[in-house]
């Protein structure tokens, strides 16, 4: 009817004026619908915007948090790492692992390792093991060409004075040119005695290569004659075989912690904190810790 009316040419003056408050009517309805319904839109909008905006800062947070929980749980997992330099404090029932990292190396150590690497080289080549020579100087003197020990062996090697002799008479030294406390000739004098016992071992059968530098060690350390003695003892130059024999042959049982300590002390202990000086001797090419 309003769509009759509205375009009815022959209305009234009131029928117009009625369709123009009807169309008021309608118009003012209309913006007020509209308006609402703007507010409720702009409100949707502001609530999906919020929504949106925690969702982006609530990720970064669930998933640092599930990181943090991935690495824990990694961490519980993975077997624990071999103890190196740990001391164990115990008090009652609780145990503190307290980690402590390796001290400096001694000052001498630098001022002396040019020497060290050119006398290793020379007699055991390019490829020699100067980061195992090292630490046996590390153990030997710590490194102090002034040292002599209560059984008077002396300098960076810690050469016994009947070594010395024998070492020198054995290279054609006169005994002026034989110079224990000297640094450089110690330095040579230690890489050549154990390039001698290396050589010497080689006759006793075939040993990899750590098995026989740890012999030799334990022949500077102890004597070549207590090692080739619990050798025959063993029946065999297997390293374990030998240590194991240690008391049993020429040696007295009371020496063993000493000279099984030896090696142990130099490859194991000391070798890692030189490994920057040249090829390390791996425990693991003679079948590991057996």
Request: glycine share 8%; net charge positive.
């Amino acid at each position: 009817m309003l769509g009759r009316r509205a375009y009815d040419i022959g209305a009234t003056p009131n029928q117009s004026r009625e369709i123009g408050e009807e169309l008021d009517r309608i118009d003012t309805t209309f913006r007020r619908r509209f308006r609402d319904w703007m507010i409720v839109l702009s409100v949707m909008y502001v609530i999906g915007a919020a929504v949106v905006l925690w969702a982006i800062n609530i990720t970064p947070v669930r998933a640092a948090e599930a990181a943090r929980h991935a690495v824990a749980e990694a961490a519980s997992a993975a077997p624990a790492p071999a103890p190196v330099n740990i001391t164990n404090i115990t008090h009652s029932t609780t145990t503190t692992i307290i980690v402590r990292p390796d001290p400096p190396l001694p000052a001498n150590a630098k001022r002396w390792r040019s020497d060290l690497t050119r006398a290793a080289h020379t007699v055991w080549g390019l490829d020699a093991p100067v980061p195992a020579f090292a630490a046996q100087v590390h153990q030997e003197s710590t490194w102090n060409p002034d040292a002599v020990s209560p059984v008077g062996a002396q300098g960076l090697g810690q050469f016994m004075p009947g070594t010395s002799s024998w070492w020198c008479s054995l290279n054609n030294m006169t005994p002026a040119q034989c110079m224990p406390r000297n640094p450089v000739w110690s330095l040579r004098a230690l890489v050549g005695h154990d390039r001698w016992l290396w050589n010497q071992l080689g006759r006793m059968g075939s040993m990899d290569p750590y098995s026989k530098a740890w012999a030799m060690l334990r022949a500077y350390n102890g004597g070549l004659g207590h090692w080739q003695a619990e050798a025959r003892v063993a029946g065999s130059t297997d390293r374990l075989a030998v240590d194991a024999a240690c008391g049993r042959a020429r040696r007295h049982r009371s020496h063993c912690a000493e000279s099984l300590g030896y090696p142990k002390r130099i490859l194991i202990e000391l070798q890692p904190r030189y490994a920057a000086w040249g090829p390390v001797l791996d425990i693991r090419s003679s079948g590991g810790t057996r």
